[in-house]
């Protein structure tokens, strides 16, 4: 944790949506955020939009960080996001990594999504994003 001024360590959710299978990059996300002080939750494989946003809200988090690698991220993300805000976590800082075709960034983004990290994206890029963007 870089900010000394921050009242608690940034906490992250991050779930696995769907039926994607592929969680390596996400577990290695999950160590690069602890590393940098962050608290996380990882939710495992297989996460529907209703446990997503249950495990947010009863985590009290302020990352809400979903690892796609399976091509069903614009589905699972409108499903996601009318139950985030339903929910009151739409100030919420909302990111997204993995297999994200370019032509699904700013659909994603529209959608909520403010942090869009394809596969290839810098661990040190997304801890800075993550720690530039969450309020103190």
């Excluded at 996001?81 to 994200?100: H, M, R, S, T, Y």
């Excluded at 959608?111 to 801890?127: A, E, N």
């Amino acid at each position: 944790m870089k900010d000394a001024a921050r009242r608690r360590p940034i906490r992250v959710v991050l779930a696995k949506p769907g039926l994607d299978g592929h969680d390596q990059g996400a577990k290695v996300v999950v160590r690069a955020l602890m590393a940098a002080g962050m608290e996380v939750i990882y939710t495992g494989l297989r996460q529907t939009p209703e446990q997503v946003a249950r495990i947010a809200l009863e985590e009290d988090v302020d990352v809400i960080a979903l690892s796609s690698m399976a091509g069903s991220h614009l589905a699972f993300c409108r499903r996601l996001k009318p139950l985030l805000d339903e929910a009151g976590l739409a100030d919420k800082l909302w990111v997204i990594g993995g297999n994200l075709p370019r032509q699904d960034h700013d659909a994603l983004r529209d959608l909520g999504f403010r942090g869009v990290f394809p596969t290839g994206s810098r661990l040190d890029d997304i801890v800075a994003y993550l720690e530039a963007h969450v309020p103190t």
